[in-house]
T-cell receptor, first 111, second 113 residues
Framework: SQKIEQNSEALNIQEGKTATLTCNYT??????LQWYRQDPGRGPVFLLL?????KEKRKERLKVTFDTTLKQSLFHITASQPADSATYLC??????????FGAGTRLTVKP | NAGVMQNPRHLVRRRGQEARLRCSPM?????VYWYRQLPEEGLKFMVY????????ESGMPKERFSAEFPKEGPSILRIQQVVRGDSAAYFC???????????FGPGTRLTVT
């Protein structure tokens, strides 16, 4: 069956450190993968998209890698800040270019 | 450019009533997606629509749930004869034809009493 698994439910790190979140998938062949941020009581907000032929993508303090052999994406936030505390969701394209989401990882950055 | 609009933001229904959730996509977006989210859980895909067409409804329960995206007007997610298990946040997202990133609305929180 198809699965999207994100690492631990919750990740706590100290301000200034790098947060690394993992997304593993099974029985998908995505052409691209996306990461979203969701704050409590709000809808997700798009952060980054990486295509299958791209190994790495960066945007400010964010970096995403995509390994189609390992079927894994890593999402890094460098120099993390308390304002980065949120739930981060990875999403893959399904069969009809619709998106399937992982359950998310709740990140808490402590000052 | 206004974002994705959803209304109502909060909806309370008694068991057996009907719930209608509305979603107005961003201007120029022709693709609409509906998701359900239970507390502390991820987004569950329900249905993907384009104007007047259902593209993928594999995530939507076969009974009581229906969705439409008419030529004019908002997309509607309709839940008939609601039960307590339907209580959740329902999010709508839209995307333009040429990109895949989705823009989400603020959600409708449905409570069934």
């Amino acid at each position: 069956s198809q699965k999207i698994e994100q690492n631990s439910e919750a990740l706590n790190i100290q301000e200034g450190k790098t947060a690394t979140l993992t997304c593993n998938y099974t029985n998908y062949s995505p052409a691209y993968l996306q990461w979203y941020r969701q704050d409590p009581g709000r809808g997700p907000v798009f952060l980054l998209l990486i295509r299958e032929n791209e190994k790495e993508k960066r945007k400010e303090r964010l970096k995403v890698t995509f390994d189609t052999t390992l079927k894994q994406s890593l999402f890094h936030i460098t120099a993390s800040q308390p304002a980065d505390s949120a739930t981060y969701l990875c999403a893959l394209d399904g069969n009809n270019n619709d998106m399937r989401f992982g359950a998310g990882t709740r990140l808490t950055v402590k000052p | 450019n206004a974002g994705v609009m959803q209304n109502p933001r909060h909806l309370v229904r008694r068991r057996g009533q009907e719930a209608r959730l509305r979603c107005s996509p961003m201007k120029g977006h022709s693709h609409v997606y509906w998701y359900r989210q239970l507390p502390e859980e991820g987004l569950k895909f329900m249905v993907y629509l384009q104007k007047e067409n259902i593209i993928d409804e594999s995530g939507m329960p076969k009974e009581r749930f229906s969705a439409e995206f008419p030529k004019e007007g908002p997309s509607i997610l309709r839940i008939q004869q609601v039960v307590r298990g339907d209580s959740a946040a329902y999010f709508c997202a839209s995307s333009p034809l040429e990109t895949y990133e989705q823009y989400f609305g603020p959600g409708t929180r449905l409570t069934v009493t």
